[in-house]
């Protein structure tokens, strides 16, 4: 089978050259997500019309959304906005593609409410739970990689405890930490501690850590999950011998989705370029365009913006500081020398559409550059 081509593509406009990832934008599960719920307004345009959360982490597509007439339950860490009691039999209800609970499901439906009309849960999302599932008919306790207070994280952990004992571990720290309680370096008290709000109830470190599957957010870097597996393995080969290693460790396949996996293995391929900067677009609050960021800034001097808006001018750009969690200014952003060359790239859940405008705005600030017509013409 010939490997699969994640080199990017250069569009050398002369002043200014851009290198766009092979792979970057909407994946199947958004675009899913994002029709159904524009079917949701058209077939029930005398009904309230309600998402769980947002469809998306991007605020163009939440707002475009919400200018359609969709109201917002829940904020994206799990805040009310719209009380459940306001939540009548006759709404519709839109179950985001990051999926939900099974308790939320369990009360909507109490309600009298019809979840599965308009559920865009993503398919490799419900990979997730089918695997995680399965890990627990075969009596392994499953860990969860992810961010805790994200939403396909809450929703994943509901289903995989109901399956089995949970718990989830957002990075190689918590994994090293957790290892302590295994290899019994910890005591229970200290894991009750350290783990609280993150495990299933009833978990017992001392019993339900001797079997172990490793499953994840389907939008965390892929080889940090990866490398998270192999620690785990090595902890149970180190306890309880290599031989033994198959019965206390579930050696399961990666769980993310294809998008996440090409977006990332594309950015990998722009890290071998020599570049001035690289311009990241997405939503801020994005887990799979925060991981880009990251691959980016090992390298390159990045800007995360989630529109062209953010870019003021040839002099000034707004961005965001995603390890502070706030937005900056840089002034002078653009070098001054020729050519000037750009990476650009997105997370899964921006439209292309959104990159194209970076794009353009960017080139405005370029007069002496080639026509576009004339540059894309050779594709």
């Not at 839109?94 to 609970?101: E, L, S, V, Y």
């Not at 910890?186 to 172990?212: A, I, M, W």
């Not at 677009?281 to 990045?302: A, M, P």
Request: charged share 25%.
């Amino acid at each position: 089978m010939r490997k699969q081509d994640f080199s990017p593509t250069l569009l050398d406009f002369g002043p200014v050259q851009f290198f766009i990832a092979r792979h970057f934008g909407f994946c199947y599960g958004v675009e899913n997500a994002i029709e159904i719920s524009y079917r949701a307004v058209e077939e029930n345009p005398n009904k309230n019309v309600y998402l769980l959360s947002q469809m998306i982490h991007n605020q163009e597509v939440n707002a475009d959304l919400q200018s359609r007439g969709i109201r917002f339950i829940m904020d994206t860490d799990g805040s009310q906005f719209i009380p459940w009691e306001k939540i009548l039999n006759d709404d519709v209800v839109i179950i985001p593609a990051f999926g939900t609970t099974l308790e939320i499901e369990k009360m909507l439906k109490g309600k009298g409410v019809e979840v599965q009309q308009y559920n865009t849960t993503c398919p490799f999302v419900e990979k997730v739970w089918n695997r995680a599932d399965r890990l627990g008919q075969d009596g392994y306790t499953v860990i969860i990689h992810g961010k805790p207070k994200h939403e396909e994280t809450r929703a994943t952990f509901s289903h995989s405890a109901a399956a089995s004992q949970s718990i989830v571990v957002r990075d190689m720290e918590d994994a090293q930490q957790l290892a302590n309680y295994i290899s019994g370096s910890k005591t229970k008290c200290e894991f009750f501690e350290e783990f609280s709000g993150n495990f299933s109830y009833g978990f017992d470190p001392e019993k339900h850590l001797q079997r172990v599957g490793v499953v994840n957010q389907t939008t965390m870097l892929a080889t940090e999950t990866q490398a998270i597996a192999d620690f785990f393995k090595q902890v149970m080969i180190t306890k309880y011998g290599e031989g033994n290693s198959k019965h206390h460790f579930a050696d399961t396949r990666d769980t993310l989705c294809y998008a996440t996996n090409d977006n990332q293995d594309a950015t990998y391929e722009l890290l071998k370029l020599n570049a001035d900067l690289a311009i990241v677009v997405g939503g801020y609050n994005s887990s799979n365009t925060s991981h880009i960021v990251d691959l980016c800034e090992g390298k390159f001097k990045t800007y995360f913006i989630n529109s062209d808006s953010e870019i003021k001018s040839h002099e000034e750009i707004s961005h965001f500081n995603y390890h502070k969690k706030q937005k900056v200014t840089t002034h002078a952003f653009l070098p001054s020398q020729n050519p000037v060359k750009i990476i650009l790239t997105s997370g899964a859940s921006c439209p292309d559409t959104m990159v194209d405008r970076v794009l353009l705005r960017l080139l405005s600030y370029f007069p002496q550059a080639k026509k576009i017509e004339k540059v894309m013409s050779a594709f």
